[in-house]
């Protein structure tokens, strides 16, 4: 997505959540800011998160984030959009 990111994590880790994102951000800024093809502000502080509580529920936020591009209309089809790659579908 051009102006927003979903992403589905599952932590393994004693790392927290905002310590993954915090690592993300900074990582990608610093890549970003070292190729020279853009200087200034990449991510917005902070985060919305939401737990995933039953297995059930999985698929649904999977596909819901897997279709965003569709219902954005970058895409025709989730398989043109070169970040689909789940085995959701």
């Known amino acids: 997505m051009p102006d927003h990111l979903h992403w589905l994590v599952r932590l393994t880790s004693d790392r927290s959540l905002s310590t993954c994102v915090n690592l993300v951000k900074s990582l990608t800024t610093r890549e970003i800011h070292e190729s020279g093809n ?41 398989r043109e959009y070169p970040l689909w790659d789940a085995k959701w579908l």
């Open 38 to 78: 853009y200087r200034g502000k990449i991510w917005q502080r902070g985060f919305y998160d939401r737990a995933i509580r039953k297995e059930d529920d999985l698929v649904a936020i999977a596909r819901y984030i897997i279709a965003n591009p569709l219902r954005a209309q970058l895409v025709k089809s989730v």
